[in-house]
């Protein structure tokens, strides 16, 4: 079973990106978080989303 949810550090290795790339992808609302106690969590599914709509690259 995937994790529904995965940590800002989890988000980052997931995505091959730092901290700051994270937290500014989720302040413009293409990373969808919640809350969990004093945590924030990154949804997996918004990680998905993303990635499915960035544009594809041709292979040369």
Same mark, same amino acid.
């Given at each position: 079973?995937?994790?529904?949810?995965?940590?800002?550090?989890?988000?980052?290795?997931?995505?091959?990106?730092?901290?700051? *790339? $994270?937290? =500014? /992808? #989720?302040?413009?609302?293409?990373?969808?978080?919640? !809350?969990?106690?004093?945590?924030?969590?990154?949804?997996?599914? *918004? $990680?998905? =989303? /993303? #990635?499915?709509?960035?544009?594809?690259?041709?292979? !040369?």
């Amino acid at each position: 079973m995937e994790p529904v949810v995965t940590s800002i550090n989890g988000a980052a290795k997931a995505l091959s990106l730092g901290r700051t *790339s $994270i937290y =500014a /992808l #989720i302040a413009e609302g293409r990373l969808e978080t919640v !809350k969990l106690g004093r945590r924030t969590l990154v949804k997996t599914a *918004s $990680i998905h =989303a /993303l #990635i499915e709509s960035l544009p594809a690259t041709a292979a !040369k």
